[in-house]
């Protein structure tokens, strides 16, 4: 039976986003970053990379420590994995920490181990699809993922 814990009441708040919302969410959040980003996208399209980059490149800029775990781009085909290969590049270039896990699907982020998006969008890739994220302000959930997905060890 569910018990309500007054005490994780940050449980029961959250916003849902989609495609077109989610964006402008994310990147205030990632503006507002004082301590690490981590983001799982399987997927780096140069459209969505060129979209984030500023915010990226401004919190690396700020010390704030970012991990994106993708798929390795030899996992991808044709343009995909040129995209992909290429956008690491960028990525790495200016001090991102980026991991590879294979048959990667998830789609989150965790800012400051105290936001969690997770649901649908690939946060890198996203362009002409029906998605939807959900945002929830919780360090309970987001270090909850972190252990679940197993990247305190790269952190």
Same mark, same amino acid.
């Given at each position: 039976?569910?018990?309500?814990?007054?005490?994780?009441?940050?449980?029961?708040?959250?916003?849902?986003?989609?495609?077109?919302?989610? /964006? #402008? $969410?994310?990147?205030?959040?990632?503006? %507002?970053?004082?301590?690490?980003? +981590?983001?799982?996208?399987?997927?780096?399209?140069?459209?969505?990379?060129?979209?984030? /980059? #500023? $915010?990226?490149?401004?919190?690396?800029? %700020?010390?704030?420590?970012?991990? +994106?775990?993708?798929?390795?781009?030899?996992?991808?085909?044709?343009?995909?994995?040129?995209?992909? $290969?290429?956008?690491?590049?960028?990525?790495?270039?200016?001090?991102?920490?980026?991991l590879y896990t294979g048959n990667h699907h998830r789609k989150l982020a965790i800012i400051d181990r105290k936001i969690l998006y997770e649901g649908s969008l690939n946060i890198l890739?996203?362009?002409?699809?029906?998605?939807?994220?959900?945002?929830?302000?919780?360090?309970?959930?987001?270090?909850?993922?972190?252990?679940?997905?197993?990247?305190?060890?790269?952190?």
């Amino acid at each position: 039976m569910f018990r309500f814990n007054k005490d994780r009441v940050d449980l029961l708040r959250s916003r849902l986003y989609n495609e077109q919302s989610f /964006y #402008p $969410a994310f990147i205030a959040d990632a503006r %507002r970053a004082t301590e690490s980003i +981590i983001i799982e996208s399987p997927f780096i399209g140069y459209r969505r990379l060129s979209w984030l /980059y #500023p $915010a990226l490149h401004k919190a690396v800029k %700020r010390g704030v420590k970012i991990t +994106i775990n993708t798929r390795d781009p030899v996992c991808h085909e044709g343009i995909m994995q040129q995209q992909s $290969a290429e956008g690491v590049a960028v990525l790495q270039d200016i001090g991102i920490t980026v991991l590879y896990t294979g048959n990667h699907h998830r789609k989150l982020a965790i800012i400051d181990r105290k936001i969690l998006y997770e649901g649908s969008l690939n946060i890198l890739s996203q362009s002409d699809s029906c998605e939807v994220m959900r945002r929830v302000e919780s360090a309970y959930l987001a270090e909850e993922m972190v252990q679940f997905v197993k990247l305190d060890s790269y952190l």
